[in-house]
Protein backbone atom coordinates (compact mmCIF):
# COMPACT_ATOMS: atom_id res chain seq x y z
CA UNK A 1 0.00 0.00 0.00
CA UNK A 2 2.98 2.67 0.07
CA UNK A 3 4.50 3.86 3.04
CA UNK A 4 2.42 6.11 5.31
CA UNK A 5 3.45 9.44 6.75
CA UNK A 6 1.85 9.72 10.84
CA UNK A 7 2.12 12.93 11.09
CA UNK A 8 -1.43 14.54 12.03
CA UNK A 9 -2.56 16.66 9.15
CA UNK A 10 -5.81 18.50 8.81
CA UNK A 11 -8.91 18.04 6.59
CA UNK A 12 -8.36 21.05 4.49
CA UNK A 13 -4.71 20.26 3.30
CA UNK A 14 -5.83 16.40 2.51
CA UNK A 15 -9.31 17.60 0.69
CA UNK A 16 -6.68 19.94 -1.41
CA UNK A 17 -4.29 17.52 -2.24
CA UNK A 18 -7.15 14.42 -2.95
CA UNK A 19 -8.77 17.26 -5.33
CA UNK A 20 -5.16 18.00 -6.61
CA UNK A 21 -4.25 14.40 -7.38
CA UNK A 22 -8.26 14.09 -9.09
CA UNK A 23 -7.95 17.45 -10.80
CA UNK A 24 -5.15 16.69 -13.84
CA UNK A 25 -3.48 19.22 -13.30
CA UNK A 26 -0.65 18.24 -15.53
CA UNK A 27 -1.08 20.24 -18.41
CA UNK A 28 -4.28 20.29 -20.98
CA UNK A 29 -4.26 21.06 -24.14
CA UNK A 30 -5.56 24.65 -25.49
CA UNK A 31 -7.38 23.54 -28.31
CA UNK A 32 -4.78 22.54 -30.31
CA UNK A 33 -5.59 19.23 -32.41
CA UNK A 34 -9.34 19.83 -31.81
CA UNK A 35 -11.95 19.50 -34.27
CA UNK A 36 -12.86 22.18 -36.14
CA UNK A 37 -16.34 22.58 -38.66
CA UNK A 38 -16.95 18.70 -40.03
CA UNK A 39 -16.38 17.01 -42.88
CA UNK A 40 -19.34 15.57 -44.50
CA UNK A 41 -19.25 12.28 -43.24
CA UNK A 42 -16.80 12.86 -40.44
CA UNK A 43 -17.19 11.10 -37.61
CA UNK A 44 -17.18 12.65 -33.98
CA UNK A 45 -15.20 10.92 -31.48
CA UNK A 46 -16.97 10.52 -28.10
CA UNK A 47 -15.66 9.29 -24.97
CA UNK A 48 -17.92 7.29 -23.03
CA UNK A 49 -18.38 4.89 -20.32
CA UNK A 50 -18.97 1.26 -20.83
CA UNK A 51 -20.22 0.04 -17.84
CA UNK A 52 -23.00 2.45 -16.15
CA UNK A 53 -26.31 0.79 -16.93
CA UNK A 54 -28.71 3.30 -18.42
CA UNK A 55 -26.45 5.81 -19.28
CA UNK A 56 -23.25 4.39 -21.03
CA UNK A 57 -23.09 0.54 -21.19
CA UNK A 58 -20.88 -1.61 -23.70
CA UNK A 59 -22.92 -5.12 -24.85
CA UNK A 60 -19.62 -7.15 -25.75
CA UNK A 61 -22.19 -9.28 -27.99
CA UNK A 62 -23.26 -6.97 -30.20
CA UNK A 63 -20.82 -4.14 -29.73
CA UNK A 64 -22.77 -1.66 -29.55
CA UNK A 65 -23.11 1.22 -26.60
CA UNK A 66 -26.49 1.38 -24.79
CA UNK A 67 -27.94 4.46 -22.29
CA UNK A 68 -29.03 8.17 -22.00
CA UNK A 69 -25.72 9.40 -22.90
CA UNK A 70 -25.36 7.41 -25.96
CA UNK A 71 -28.53 8.50 -27.46
CA UNK A 72 -27.16 12.57 -26.17
CA UNK A 73 -23.80 12.02 -27.97
CA UNK A 74 -25.81 10.90 -31.02
CA UNK A 75 -28.30 13.58 -31.10
CA UNK A 76 -25.46 16.12 -30.31
CA UNK A 77 -22.91 15.30 -33.22
CA UNK A 78 -26.20 15.58 -35.85
CA UNK A 79 -26.91 18.16 -34.88
CA UNK A 80 -23.29 19.92 -34.98
CA UNK A 81 -23.47 18.20 -38.75
CA UNK A 82 -21.02 14.94 -37.64
CA UNK A 83 -22.23 12.29 -40.32
CA UNK A 84 -21.36 9.77 -37.50
CA UNK A 85 -20.29 8.75 -34.23
CA UNK A 86 -17.29 6.58 -32.80
CA UNK A 87 -17.42 5.70 -29.21
CA UNK A 88 -14.47 5.32 -27.57
CA UNK A 89 -14.76 3.72 -23.85
CA UNK A 90 -13.18 6.17 -21.12
CA UNK A 91 -13.14 5.26 -17.00
CA UNK A 92 -12.82 7.62 -14.27
CA UNK A 93 -8.62 6.84 -14.34
CA UNK A 94 -7.92 7.73 -18.17
CA UNK A 95 -10.52 10.05 -19.44
CA UNK A 96 -9.00 13.63 -18.69
CA UNK A 97 -5.77 12.26 -20.19
CA UNK A 98 -7.52 11.25 -23.53
CA UNK A 99 -9.38 14.00 -23.57
CA UNK A 100 -6.55 16.49 -22.83
CA UNK A 101 -4.26 14.24 -25.56
CA UNK A 102 -7.24 14.52 -28.33
CA UNK A 103 -7.63 10.48 -28.19
CA UNK A 104 -11.55 11.73 -27.92
CA UNK A 105 -12.66 14.67 -28.97
CA UNK A 106 -15.40 15.37 -26.04
CA UNK A 107 -16.95 13.27 -23.34
CA UNK A 108 -20.23 12.50 -22.64
CA UNK A 109 -19.09 10.30 -19.53
CA UNK A 110 -20.56 10.84 -16.35
CA UNK A 111 -18.31 13.79 -15.78
CA UNK A 112 -20.06 16.34 -13.34
CA UNK A 113 -19.11 19.96 -14.01
CA UNK A 114 -16.83 21.09 -11.19
CA UNK A 115 -14.93 23.93 -10.77
CA UNK A 116 -10.93 22.26 -10.47
CA UNK A 117 -12.04 20.56 -13.77
CA UNK A 118 -13.31 23.77 -15.20
CA UNK A 119 -9.19 24.94 -14.96
CA UNK A 120 -8.62 22.47 -17.82
CA UNK A 121 -11.83 21.44 -19.92
CA UNK A 122 -14.54 23.56 -20.85
CA UNK A 123 -18.26 22.37 -20.50
CA UNK A 124 -21.87 22.25 -21.54
CA UNK A 125 -24.56 23.34 -19.79
CA UNK A 126 -25.90 20.72 -17.28
CA UNK A 127 -27.93 17.58 -19.41
CA UNK A 128 -28.25 15.35 -15.84
CA UNK A 129 -28.31 16.13 -11.73
CA UNK A 130 -27.03 13.59 -9.88
CA UNK A 131 -26.50 12.72 -5.91
CA UNK A 132 -23.42 10.95 -4.59
CA UNK A 133 -24.18 8.09 -2.53
CA UNK A 134 -23.24 5.75 0.66
CA UNK A 135 -24.13 2.06 -0.35
CA UNK A 136 -24.57 -0.43 2.69
CA UNK A 137 -24.45 -3.99 2.86
CA UNK A 138 -28.22 -5.02 4.53
CA UNK A 139 -26.46 -7.73 6.30
CA UNK A 140 -23.80 -4.86 8.47
CA UNK A 141 -27.52 -3.84 10.05
CA UNK A 142 -26.44 -0.33 9.31
CA UNK A 143 -29.14 1.68 8.53
CA UNK A 144 -27.62 5.37 9.01
CA UNK A 145 -24.40 7.43 8.70
CA UNK A 146 -24.13 7.62 12.39
CA UNK A 147 -23.95 3.94 12.24
CA UNK A 148 -20.57 3.98 10.10
CA UNK A 149 -18.18 5.48 12.82
CA UNK A 150 -15.20 3.50 13.05
CA UNK A 151 -15.54 1.53 9.81
CA UNK A 152 -14.31 2.30 6.62
CA UNK A 153 -15.57 4.11 3.33
CA UNK A 154 -14.55 3.12 0.22
CA UNK A 155 -14.60 5.45 -2.85
CA UNK A 156 -13.42 5.11 -6.87
CA UNK A 157 -9.90 6.62 -7.20
CA UNK A 158 -10.02 9.38 -9.99
CA UNK A 159 -13.57 11.04 -9.06
CA UNK A 160 -14.51 13.96 -6.85
CA UNK A 161 -15.82 11.91 -4.15
CA UNK A 162 -13.21 11.53 -1.65
CA UNK A 163 -12.46 14.85 -0.78
CA UNK A 164 -16.73 15.90 -1.26
CA UNK A 165 -17.22 12.93 1.69
CA UNK A 166 -14.56 13.86 4.05
CA UNK A 167 -15.47 17.53 3.78
CA UNK A 168 -19.20 17.02 4.15
CA UNK A 169 -18.27 13.74 7.29
CA UNK A 170 -16.90 17.10 8.87
CA UNK A 171 -19.21 20.03 8.37
CA UNK A 172 -22.04 17.71 9.73
CA UNK A 173 -19.91 16.52 12.82
CA UNK A 174 -19.20 13.30 12.13
CA UNK A 175 -15.59 14.02 12.46
CA UNK A 176 -13.22 16.40 13.62
CA UNK A 177 -11.47 16.21 9.83
CA UNK A 178 -7.96 15.92 11.28
CA UNK A 179 -6.17 13.03 9.32
CA UNK A 180 -3.83 10.81 11.05
CA UNK A 181 -2.10 8.97 8.32
CA UNK A 182 -2.57 8.85 4.76
CA UNK A 183 -0.38 6.79 1.96
CA UNK A 184 1.86 8.71 -0.12
CA UNK A 185 -0.59 8.09 -3.35
CA UNK A 186 -3.65 9.04 -1.27
CA UNK A 187 -5.10 5.37 -1.72
CA UNK A 188 -5.93 5.41 2.11
CA UNK A 189 -6.20 8.16 4.89
CA UNK A 190 -7.49 7.75 7.96
CA UNK A 191 -9.16 10.01 9.98
CA UNK A 192 -10.48 9.92 13.65
CA UNK A 193 -13.46 8.30 13.37
CA UNK A 194 -13.23 6.43 9.74
CA UNK A 195 -11.04 5.17 7.20
CA UNK A 196 -11.15 6.23 3.62
CA UNK A 197 -9.99 3.87 0.89
CA UNK A 198 -9.78 4.87 -2.58
CA UNK A 199 -10.00 1.93 -5.35
CA UNK A 200 -9.16 1.36 -9.20
CA UNK A 201 -12.62 0.20 -10.71
CA UNK A 202 -16.34 0.31 -9.64
CA UNK A 203 -16.01 -3.80 -9.62
CA UNK A 204 -13.60 -3.19 -7.18
CA UNK A 205 -15.71 -1.15 -4.96
CA UNK A 206 -18.20 -3.27 -5.02
CA UNK A 207 -16.32 -6.55 -4.58
CA UNK A 208 -14.99 -5.07 -1.44
CA UNK A 209 -18.00 -4.02 -0.07
CA UNK A 210 -19.58 -7.89 -0.92
CA UNK A 211 -16.17 -8.95 0.72
CA UNK A 212 -16.27 -6.64 4.00
CA UNK A 213 -12.71 -5.33 3.63
CA UNK A 214 -14.89 -2.06 3.34
CA UNK A 215 -17.95 -0.95 5.29
CA UNK A 216 -19.29 1.54 2.67
CA UNK A 217 -19.52 1.89 -1.12
CA UNK A 218 -19.57 5.95 -2.17
CA UNK A 219 -20.48 7.13 -5.61
CA UNK A 220 -22.60 8.49 -7.90
CA UNK A 221 -26.35 7.67 -7.40
CA UNK A 222 -26.48 6.94 -11.36
CA UNK A 223 -23.81 4.84 -11.20
CA UNK A 224 -24.83 2.86 -7.67
CA UNK A 225 -28.08 1.48 -9.14
CA UNK A 226 -25.82 -0.66 -11.40
CA UNK A 227 -24.73 -2.44 -8.39
CA UNK A 228 -27.28 -2.46 -6.41
CA UNK A 229 -29.03 -5.35 -5.32
CA UNK A 230 -31.45 -7.18 -2.82
CA UNK A 231 -28.99 -7.49 -0.63
CA UNK A 232 -28.12 -3.55 -0.43
CA UNK A 233 -29.01 -0.68 0.48
CA UNK A 234 -28.63 3.40 0.17
CA UNK A 235 -28.38 5.09 3.16
CA UNK A 236 -30.60 8.16 3.52
CA UNK A 237 -27.60 10.63 3.19
CA UNK A 238 -26.28 12.95 0.13
CA UNK A 239 -22.62 13.52 -0.16
CA UNK A 240 -22.88 16.06 -2.64
CA UNK A 241 -25.00 16.75 -6.00
CA UNK A 242 -23.31 16.53 -9.57
CA UNK A 243 -23.95 18.26 -12.39
CA UNK A 244 -23.10 15.76 -15.38
CA UNK A 245 -22.03 17.88 -18.52
CA UNK A 246 -20.36 17.48 -22.15
CA UNK A 247 -15.95 18.38 -21.57
CA UNK A 248 -14.47 19.65 -24.27
CA UNK A 249 -10.60 20.89 -24.53
CA UNK A 250 -10.49 24.11 -23.16
CA UNK A 251 -10.84 26.56 -25.57
CA UNK A 252 -11.56 23.98 -27.95
CA UNK A 253 -13.08 24.90 -31.67
CA UNK A 254 -15.94 22.37 -30.15
CA UNK A 255 -16.44 23.79 -26.90
CA UNK A 256 -19.37 26.57 -28.29
CA UNK A 257 -20.82 23.65 -30.81
CA UNK A 258 -21.31 21.37 -28.48
CA UNK A 259 -22.72 23.53 -25.60
CA UNK A 260 -24.97 25.10 -28.27
CA UNK A 261 -26.58 21.74 -29.25
CA UNK A 262 -26.80 20.58 -25.55
CA UNK A 263 -28.70 23.81 -25.09
CA UNK A 264 -31.10 23.35 -27.87
CA UNK A 265 -31.74 20.14 -26.83
CA UNK A 266 -32.34 21.24 -23.31
CA UNK A 267 -34.76 24.00 -24.68
CA UNK A 268 -36.61 22.03 -27.06
CA UNK A 269 -37.23 19.01 -24.13
CA UNK A 270 -34.99 16.49 -25.70
CA UNK A 271 -32.91 15.87 -23.32
CA UNK A 272 -36.27 15.58 -20.97
CA UNK A 273 -37.44 12.63 -23.63
CA UNK A 274 -34.42 10.59 -23.54
CA UNK A 275 -34.09 11.24 -20.00
CA UNK A 276 -37.64 9.78 -19.33
CA UNK A 277 -36.82 7.17 -22.00
CA UNK A 278 -33.56 5.85 -19.44
CA UNK A 279 -35.43 6.16 -16.20
Known amino acids: MGKVRTRGATLLLVALALVCALAGLAGCGSGEGAKGTPA????????????VVGFGY?????????GLEIDI?????????YGTVEFVTVTPDTRKDMLANGDVDCMVACYSIAES????????????????????EN????????????????????????PQLALKLT????????????TEDHSM?????FRLVQMASYQDLSRALEEGSIDAACMDGAIAHTYLNADRSILDYVIDTQEYGVATQKGSALSKPVSDAIQG????????????KWN
Open 265 to 276: MLDDGTIAVLTD
Open 58 to 66: LNEGTGKYY
Open 73 to 81: AEEMAARMG
Open 117 to 136: REKNFDFSPSYYTDASIVMV
Open 189 to 193: TRFDN
Open 40 to 51: NGEALRVGVRSD
Open 171 to 182: ESGFTSGEALEQ
Open 139 to 162: SSLVSGIDGLKGLTFGTMAGTNTA
